[in-house]
Each structure stands twice: as C-alpha cells, then as structure tokens.
C-alpha cells in the first residue's frame, strides 16, 4: 500500500508548487500592468503641462547676450553649431567659444571660418585640480564675457530657426525668469540611440517631469546642457560652474542650485526648434550612464543606488522573466496572454517615445536590449563604486570617483 501512495504524494506535491508559481507570477503580471497604466497615463499627461517656446514678433536688443559655447574634440560639429548662432536674429550677441584643449582640428576650423566674422575663440589647456568636464571651458567663457545673459549651449547644438535666442531672451523678460533651459528634439539616428535613448526620455518624463521644474514650490529643477540661459547676476550670484566645478553633471546641478536659492527657473518645450546630441554608440550611451548613476551616488548615497537598482529589477527585469516564462511551463492561452502584457505595455511606451522623437516605431522590440543595458550599467556602478570606485571617461579625459565628494582626475596617466 505505501508504495502504490508514495507516487501519488510526490504527484500532488509538486502539482501544488506549479499552481503557486502560476499564482504568484499572475499577481506580479497584474501588478505590473497596473503600474505601467499608470506611467502611460501620467506620461501622455504630461505632454499637456509643457510650457512651448513660441515665436513671439519683435526685438530684444536693449540686452547683449554672451553666447559661450564649450567644444572639446568637436570638429565634425562645431561649424554647425557657430553658423546656427550666428544666424540668429532679433537680439544683440557676442559668440564665444572656449576650445578646451582640443586634439583634433576643432580650433583650426574655428580659425579658418569664423574670426573674421565675429566670433572669439578662447583656448585653454588642461583643466585644474577638482574642475570636471565642461564646467572648466564655461567658466572661463563667462570670464570672457560681458553679456547682460549668459548663454551656454553645447557644441553639437544646431537650431532650427533664426529665432530661438530672441524669443528666450524676450520669454524670460516677460515673464521674469532668471534662469531658463530648453528641452531639444536629442538625435537618434544611430542604432544605439534608437535602442536606448527612447526608453531614457520615458523615465525622466515620468521621474523628472517638466512641470516640476517649472513649479516654484518644487525643489527639482531639470536643465538641458544644451542650452541653459541666466542673467548675469544671477548667475554670478550663484556661483557659476565655479560653484559645481567637481560636479558630473553641471547642467542639472546649476538648475536645481538657481531654484534652491530662491531665483525664477524655466523649463521650456523646443523640440520643433532645437537639436541635440546625446550619445551615437553603444559605449558612449554606457558611458553617459556610468556618469549619470555616479552622479546619484554623490549626490544622494550610494544606498540611492540600491533602491534604483532594486526597482529595475521589478519593473524592467521582470516583465522579460514574465514573458519568458511561457516558453518553460504549460499554460493556458488566458494564462500566456497575462504573462506577456507588462512586456506589451513596455513596448507600448517605447513605441510612443520613438514616434516622439521622429524615429520607426518598429524598433521597439530593442527595448530589451535598452533593459539589460541600464540595469546592468546601474548594478556595476552600485557595486564598483563602494568597493574599488567608478572610472568615468568624458572627451579623452577620465576621472575615478569613490566614495562620497572623493574625486582624482586621470588625465594623460595611467590610473
């Protein structure tokens, strides 16, 4: 008798733990489409709170602008860039650019093109001890200067209409803004900007929306690098990027320091007027990450990180495990279908941000890769940088951050 039963006790015994497996995973795939409703919903509203950059007739040109344009190693974009500035109409300006110890021929080109048509070049050598990237090359642009506004935009920055400067200065007069940023239409015409760069944009929509930045009683306040314009004394009383000089990303920290300190900050929607670069390869896009996550950790702790990482593990691992899962277990279709709609949905957003931005929505399926790549950049990063520190590249330089405000500059030497 006991050895016709004991079969039929190991059947029900591991009958039961699949059930369990399919309840639990059933309850995390509802779970998971309840949340990424929500982050479609908030996400689509939030296209309704942008503030556009309107074209607005008339000239601003009581005020001179010092437009400051950083450049490192940007000879395939620079002249693009210039001629955009220097096209702008509607506002007196003065062009500045600060060739920060370039290695190829972004000065010559400089030199060749546009002297002679107003523009000054600044060249400086490396940069000094606790001055991480740009910041260095914008500080002494603004030295340099004797604009009533400052300017700052990146080098791969072009623009597509004459107006964009006029109608921001003429923007911030009307209204009273002190500080202003513009949100840009970022270029994805590589493939890694197609794979990564969507799935990027619908997470600082939705964790770091606009209209944040744009509520007085918010502490945050995102800027682009792009383009970042301050009054003068304003951004002398601030500090400057003297004042964020060890920061990795100056653009963000000038932003919420200008609000913290109780001046008018603006974040404005001119992705049909202003283009931009983020990143074209894959290991620049890893790159951008490693600073950015660094940049967490030296900001907020390093225990930030975890909480990060943990939430990438349950909204961006476990949809891939959920979908997947099928494929090792007998289910129903009622049962497939539910394990595969938080992955769906995921598609669903990057499909969105793609059309955004101007791309084929059928690259969507390359979110998984985007997935792996984020959560793997945020898991490295959480771990070297409590145990044996991050190395950071920017523009031929790099830089080892470990532990809290502990920076070495690596340049031209061996770490």
């Given at each position: ?11 029900r ?74 096209s702008?109409v ?57 604009g ?73 306040a995102?800027?682009y ?48 007027r202003?283009?931009?670069k ?97 959560v ?40």
């Amino acid at each position: 008798m006991y050895l016709i039963n004991q079969p039929i006790y190991i059947y029900r015994r591991e009958f039961i733990s699949k059930r369990m497996i399919e309840y639990v995973a059933a309850a995390a795939s509802l779970f998971l489409t309840t949340v990424f409703i929500i982050f479609i919903r908030r996400r689509v509203k939030e296209e309704r709170y942008l503030i556009r950059l309107e074209r607005v007739e008339g000239a601003n040109e009581d005020a001179l602008v010092s437009v400051i344009i950083p450049a490192r190693n940007e000879a395939a974009t620079i002249s693009k860039c210039v001629e955009g500035v220097l096209s702008q109409v509607g506002v007196k300006k003065e062009v500045i650019v600060v060739d920060d110890a370039s290695e190829d021929n972004t000065s010559l080109i400089l030199v060749e093109k546009y002297l002679g048509r107003g523009l000054r070049l600044v060249r400086l050598g490396s940069p000094g001890d606790g001055w991480v990237g740009k910041s260095w090359a914008c500080h002494h642009g603004y030295l340099e200067s004797s604009g009533d506004w400052l300017l700052f935009i990146d080098a791969d920055t072009s623009f597509v209409d004459r107006y964009v400067v006029g109608d921001t200065i003429g923007y911030a007069i009307r209204n009273r803004v002190d500080a202003l940023s513009l949100i840009p239409t970022l270029d994805s015409s590589s493939f890694a900007s197609r794979t990564i760069l969507p799935t990027l944009v619908a997470l600082k929509y939705v964790l770091t929306p606009p209209r944040r930045s744009n509520d007085p009683s918010d502490p945050l306040a995102f800027f682009y690098g792009a383009y970042m314009l301050f009054r003068r004394s304003v951004y002398e009383s601030i500090g400057g990027h003297a004042r964020v000089r060890s920061h990795i990303l100056e653009d963000k920290s000038l932003g919420e320091l200008t609000k913290a300190m109780g001046f008018r900050v603006a974040l404005l929607d001119a992705r049909d007027r202003l283009r931009a670069k983020f990143n074209e390869s894959f290991s620049g896009y890893v790159n951008a990450l490693l600073r950015l996550f660094t940049e967490y950790a030296e900001s907020a702790g390093p225990r930030r990180l975890w909480k990060y990482l943990a939430a990438g593990l349950v909204f961006m691992i476990l949809p891939l495990i959920l979908a997947f899962y099928p494929l090792v277990a007998s289910l129903s279709i009622p049962m497939t279908l539910l394990m595969v709609l938080p992955l769906s949905l995921i598609f669903t957003i990057q499909a969105y941000e793609l059309n955004k931005l101007g791309t084929p929505i059928y690259y969507f399926p390359l979110v998984a890769l985007s997935i792996l790549v984020i959560v793997g950049v945020l898991f490295s990063v959480a771990v070297r940088y409590r145990w044996i520190g991050v190395k950071l590249k920017w523009r031929g330089r790099e830089y080892r951050y470990r532990g809290p405000r502990h920076i070495s500059r690596e340049e031209e030497r061996n770490s």
